[in-house]
């Protein structure tokens, strides 16, 4: 009986010291893993990979003598849109509209009642290039997203013409020229 109880005593200290030693590694090992982790928190930053982010295209803000807004007449809005005009169309509910500062830019239209802004963005002005770029609207990052225009004021008038562009703004920027006012006496503009 003797050797039977010791057997079981030895037996269950066995137990509770693969249990204990069990523990221990364990112990061990998440002392270890949160040693390595704290040690990779710790890492100086320049030791990571940045994701690049593309550089803007080079130029500076948008001349001040474009600041303000632009407009071309209804007839722009169903002929780019294909939304057409109320069926009493007048200068004030039927435009396209170009808004210009010295780094944004946006294009909205009033067809229906109501204004909607399709599109807005970055500018930048390189001479008689201006760049658009960062529009949600199109949703493509640069240096894809790029819309690469020539840019020139006549007679008050901004006329816009395409180099390049991956987004639809050309069929807005280059439609007509664009003027400081809704023209009245045309039919939605």
């Given at each position: 009986?003797?050797?039977?109880?010791?057997?079981?005593?030895?037996?269950?200290?066995?137990?509770?010291?693969r249990?204990?030693?069990?523990?221990?590694?364990?112990?061990?090992?998440l002392?270890?893993?949160?040693?390595?982790?704290?040690?990779?928190?710790?890492?100086?930053?320049s030791?990571?990979?940045?994701?690049?982010?593309?550089?803007?295209?080079?130029?500076?803000?948008?001349?001040a003598?474009?600041?303000?807004?632009?407009?071309?007449?209804?007839?722009?809005?169903?002929?780019?849109?294909?939304?057409?005009?109320?069926?009493?169309?007048?200068?004030?509910?039927?435009?396209?509209?170009?808004?210009?500062?010295?780094?944004?830019?946006?294009?909205?239209?009033?067809?229906?009642?109501?204004?909607?802004?399709?599109?807005?963005?970055?500018?930048?002005?390189?001479?008689?290039?201006?760049?658009?770029?960062?529009?949600?609207?199109?949703?493509?990052?640069?240096?894809?997203?790029?819309?690469?225009?020539?840019?020139?004021?006549?007679?008050?008038?901004?006329?816009?013409?395409?180099?390049?562009?991956?987004?639809?703004?050309?069929?807005?920027?280059?439609?007509?020229?664009?003027?400081?006012?809704?023209?009245?006496?045309?039919p939605?503009?």
């Amino acid at each position: 009986m003797w050797h039977t109880a010791n057997h079981s005593i030895q037996s269950h200290t066995l137990r509770k010291g693969r249990a204990v030693a069990l523990l221990g590694i364990a112990f061990v090992f998440l002392a270890s893993s949160c040693s390595q982790s704290t040690r990779l928190a710790t890492l100086p930053l320049s030791s990571a990979s940045p994701i690049p982010t593309p550089s803007p295209p080079p130029g500076g803000p948008v001349p001040a003598q474009l600041w303000g807004n632009w407009y071309l007449p209804g007839a722009a809005v169903t002929e780019v849109s294909q939304i057409p005009c109320p069926s009493n169309p007048t200068p004030t509910n039927c435009f396209f509209q170009l808004a210009l500062d010295a780094t944004t830019w946006s294009i909205s239209f009033v067809a229906t009642g109501g204004i909607v802004v399709p599109s807005q963005g970055t500018a930048v002005v390189n001479s008689n290039e201006m760049d658009f770029f960062n529009s949600v609207y199109c949703g493509i990052q640069l240096p894809a997203g790029l819309g690469r225009f020539t840019w020139r004021v006549t007679a008050g008038v901004l006329y816009f013409t395409l180099i390049s562009d991956a987004c639809t703004r050309a069929h807005v920027l280059t439609n007509r020229g664009w003027t400081r006012t809704l023209v009245a006496g045309q039919p939605g503009g």
